[in-house]
């Protein structure tokens, strides 16, 4: 009898899991580059926690969208859910889409993974009232570098140029950021590109400057630039009219990249490099001032040793003064009065040093050198500084300093330093109480029993929060992200500073609340932690979107509509996940 029960249990186990279907299906298995993929996960159950794949290889262009239906037939309900994405493969190969899991009924269900062939961009069939104008022929992305074979430490330019002509674009999205190792660069802020007029290929073209970067080598050799690769939605004219005699046009997607480029450095030349050579390469003149040459006893001077010029200020040392022994100099104070146009470092640096006479005397600082390599004629360049002589007008001599800690120390010379010593006097009251046994006295005696617990609970407490890394860094990420939204609030008016400051505050807040580092801030890992912690996949994906757009928004037109709408749209987000994140 018990055998039977069990046998009957079983079977009716088994036939209720086979009546839960979650499957996984794709328009084809063989796409090309260019082309969309759709993929339908349809269950036949109303399960809950659907977590979708992380699509690797792919990007998605649209979804998720939901369908639910639910129908009787002859007393019998039949229901389906279908969440449906639209795919645009990133790269050639046999790509994999993993399993997305569902839960019903406190069991996990998967799809099988799907295998996907894409292949090389195939030709679109060509709607015969659509003229032959394709992104191909129109649309480049070009980097201009002012120089290909410079000395170490010479500024470069490179600016990327993206050149259009008879089609339209917008959305620029990031594939790959150029990488400069081995380089000092530095960007070159673009507020709002501006489309203008130029010649490529022996043709007119509208361009738009994306990006400019001031470059310099550090080491000689071929030095290789990484592209930059941009994802552009492109709008492509046709012969086909609206019912208002429109031109339509049709939205497709362009991958362009500006291709990697070689740098061949030079070595600056040994012939004639002067021993005391720091780096300086550009144009430079070298000064050294003393605020003043003659001071008393007690004053102090600042001796400013600058450099001022066009070259690379930034990456080499100043020389440091020799001063006598009577002369006592603490460390400089460096300033930086440096700015960086696309003709490469141009302004003034300078170390200033504090000096302090110890006696009377007249004292030399020696001439100081400073060497260069010079651009313009090749050759290394030295500048010397005069000599430049201290009085010090009055104070001790070093003669009396010596006399007065000799073997002789009880002796007391008359010399004009014994000006210094105090002459009046002030006569003490002999009649007031005592110090000693005082409530003064017995405070100061206990106060330091008193304190030690109060000491030790501190440091105790102290340790405790030092010791405590995850939580110091989720303190510190909460405040950087709500420093970085109030920042965002107020550079309204201010796009680029606005979505810097917007993308700032939303990645601290994922450091915050999901315990990650900045290395680990891929859209995948982020998207798949947020779904691991309850948060619901719409606001994931407005999450991911909005990031995206953070960038994309500095360099494209925005009206202050349009940024107040992505500042409330923040905000919203955020409050949203704060609630469902666990």
Known sequence: MKKCIIAFVLIISSSLCAQVQFEAKVSKTTLGLNERLRIDFIMNVDGDNF???????????????????????????????IYSYFLLPNQKGTLVIKQATIEFNGQIYKT?????????????????????????????????????????????????????????????RELNKPTYNDF????????????????????????????????????????TLEPLSLD?????????????????????????????????????????????????????DFKVTPTKTSLKNGESLDLVVSVLGKGNLKLFTLPKPEVPNALEMYDPVHNEQVNTPLTGMAGKISDSYTIIPQFKGNYPIKAMRFSYFDLGSGTYKTITSPEIMIAVLDGPTPTDAVAT??????????????????L?????????????????????????????PLIVIFKKKK??????ITGNRIKRNNRLAKKYLSEAKKQLLNKELFYIAL??????????????????????????????????????????????????????????????????????????????IQ
């Open 405 to 422: 800690t000799g073997s002789n120390k009880n002796k007391i010379t008359a010399t004009e330093q014994f000006k210094y010593i105090k």
């Open 232 to 284: 552009i939605d492109v709008q492509l004219p046709s012969n086909r009219r609206d019912i208002f005699g429109r031109m339509m046009v049709t939205e497709t997607s362009k991958k362009v990249s500006a291709g990697a480029k070689t740098i061949q450095v030079k070595a600056l030349p040994e012939a004639g490099k002067p021993e005391d050579f720091s780096g300086a390469v550009g144009n430079f």
């Open 112 to 172: 099988s993974p799907i295998r996907v062939t894409v292949t090389a961009a195939t030709e679109q069939p060509r709607d015969p009232n659509d003229p032959q104008i394709n992104a191909d022929d129109n649309l480049y992305l070009v980097a201009d570098i002012s120089k290909t074979n410079p000395y170490i430490n010479e500024p470069i330019t490179v600016v990327y140029k993206l050149y259009f002509a008879n089609i339209g674009i917008s959305n620029f």
């Open 503 to 580: 993308e700032k505050a939303m990645h601290n807040f994922l450091k915050a609340k999901l315990h990650i580092e900045t290395s680990e801030m891929s859209k995948d890992n982020i998207q798949e932690l947020l779904l691991s912690r309850n948060a619901n996949s719409d606001t994931v994906q407005d999450f991911i979107a909005l990031t995206e757009n953070c960038e994309i928004a500095r360099y494209a037109p925005a009206s202050s509509t349009a940024i107040q709408q992505d500042f409330d749209k923040a905000v919203t987000i955020i409050s949203a996940l704060e609630k469902q």
């Open 51 to 81: 977590n979708q794949p992380n699509f690797e290889g792919f990007r998605i262009i649209a979804g998720p969208s939901q369908q639910v239906s639910q129908s009787w037939v002859n007393g019998r309900s039949s229901f389906e859910k």
């Open 463 to 468: 340790e405790a929060i030092d010791g405590d």
């Open 184 to 223: 000092w660069s530095q960007s070159i802020d673009i507020k709002q590109p501006v489309v203008e007029e130029g010649m490529f290929k022996g043709q007119n073209y509208r361009y738009i400057v994306l990006k400019k970067t001031v470059l310099y080598p550090q080491k000689s050799g071929k030095l």
């Open 424 to 452: 009046k006097n002030n006569p003490i009251d002999l009649q007031q109480e005592d110090f000693f046994e005082s409530n003064l006295f017995y405070g100061l005696l206990f106060f330091p029993f008193l304190m030690l």
